[in-house]
C-alpha cells in the first residue's frame, strides 16, 4: 500500500495545489513514483479544471481522469452545491475506491481536499468524513493573511476533533503585504503541536527538499 496525506487548508484559494504539487515533486525527485489526487474539483475553465491539471504535471505515473479526479463540477461553488445543480451526489465509497486503485500504482499519493477542512460534500458528509474513510495523515496549508491564526488552530481542533493524525503544516505566505508575519508563523508555532514542515514565500520558490524530510522525521 502507497504512503499518503490529506492536504487541506484553511479555506480556498490559500495554496493547497502549490504544497501538493511541491510535495509530489519531492519525493519524485527522491526516487518515488508519485501521484496527485484530487477527489472533488469544483470550477472549469475552458474545459479544464487547473488544479488537476496541475497534479497531473506533478505526478510521474499515467492514470485515467476518472481515478485521479471521480468529481468534476463545473461551476466555481461550494462542492455539494454544484454537484446538486449538475443532479448528482458526491459518493465518499467512490473516492475510496479511486483512492486504493492509486495506492496500488504509486509509492505516494497526495490527495487535494476540496476548500477547508469542513467543507459540505454532499447532506451528511464533509471533508473530515472523506479524511477518515481515507485513514491519511493530515497536512494543513495555513494562508498566511490577517485572521489566519483563528482558521488555522480552528482547522485544527477540528482535525483533532476527527480523530485524525497532523502530520504537520505549511506557512504559505499568500499576502505580500502582511504585517508581522514572522510574529503570526511563531504564534502558531508555539500553538500547534506539530511541526511547522515549511514556509512557502511569496512569489518565490520553496524549500521542497525540507518538507519531505521533516516528514519522514517526524
Request: aromatic residues 6%.
Amino acid at each position: 500500500m502507497a504512503a499518503g496525506y490529506f492536504i487541506t487548508g484553511t479555506d480556498t484559494g490559500i495554496g493547497k495545489t502549490y504544497v501538493s504539487c511541491a510535495l509530489l515533486r519531492a519525493f519524485a525527485a527522491h526516487g518515488e513514483t508519485v501521484v496527485g489526487m484530487k477527489p472533488v474539483a469544483a470550477g472549469c475553465e475552458n474545459g479544464k479544471w487547473e488544479d488537476v491539471e496541475k497534479l497531473v504535471a506533478a505526478s510521474n505515473i499515467n492514470v485515467s481522469r476518472q481515478q485521479l479526479n471521480p468529481y468534476a463540477l463545473n461551476p466555481s461553488l461550494a462542492p455539494h452545491i454544484a454537484a446538486e445543480q449538475a443532479g448528482i451526489e458526491i459518493d465518499l465509497t467512490v473516492i475510496h475506491h479511486a483512492y486504493l486503485d492509486l495506492s496500488c500504482h504509486a509509492e505516494v499519493v497526495i490527495v487535494e481536499g476540496v476548500g477547508g477542512f469542513l467543507v459540505p460534500l454532499n447532506a451528511q458528509q464533509d471533508g473530515a468524513d472523506l479524511a477518515r474513510i481515507l485513514d491519511l495523515p493530515v497536512i494543513l496549508v495555513v494562508g498566511m493573511r490577517l485572521g489566519c491564526l483563528n482558521h488555522a488552530l480552528l482547522s485544527v481542533k477540528a482535525i483533532q476533533a476527527a480523530g485524525l493524525s497532523l502530520a504537520g503544516w505549511v506557512a504559505n505566505c499568500i499576502d505580500p503585504q502582511m504585517r508581522a508575519l514572522e510574529e503570526n508563523i511563531n504564534a502558531l508555532v508555539q500553538r500547534i503541536d506539530s511541526p511547522l514542515l515549511g514556509v512557502f514565500p511569496f512569489g518565490g520558490r520553496a524549500d521542497y527538499d525540507q518538507l519531505i524530510s521533516k516528514l519522514q522525521n517526524n
